[in-house]
Nanobody, 113 residues
Framework: QVQLVESGGGLVQPGGSLRLSCRVS????????MGWYRQVPGKQRELVAD???????GYDDSVKGRFTISRVNAKSTVYLQMNNLNPEDTAVYYC???????WGQGTQVTVSS
């Protein structure tokens, strides 16, 4: 079955950086576009970054220039490098294969001084 295991979250001060990882199994990773999403309590989950099978990337305006999504197909892993974090980035972050309706457990990112 599909498994998505996110890691790398934590508590960081404003202006700091974190790198999230998502190890994927149960699908042919290289055939799937991948996305990173985030959700705060009371709000809908939103797509913040995506990467195609060919490596083309897209970003929500709120993270453009600060976040970088990447993938290593040989490791079935997608990453999200997050720089210059601010308190508005606090959320649970999830990765997902764009075309497959299955979610992992997410990883909490908290930006606070």
């Amino acid at each position: 079955q599909v498994q998505l295991v996110e890691s790398g979250g934590g508590l960081v001060q404003p202006g700091g950086s974190l790198r999230l990882s998502c190890r994927v199994s149960g699908i042919i990773f290289s055939f799937n576009a991948m996305g990173w999403y985030r959700q705060v309590p009371g709000k809908q989950r939103e797509l913040v970054a995506d990467i195609s099978t060919g490596g083309r990337t897209g970003y929500d305006d709120s993270v453009k220039g600060r976040f970088t999504i990447s993938r290593v197909n040989a490791k079935s892993t997608v990453y999200l490098q997050m720089n210059n974090l601010n308190p508005e980035d606090t959320a649970v972050y999830y990765c997902k294969a764009i075309a497959i309706d299955f979610w992992g457990q997410g990883t909490q990112v908290t930006v606070s001084s």
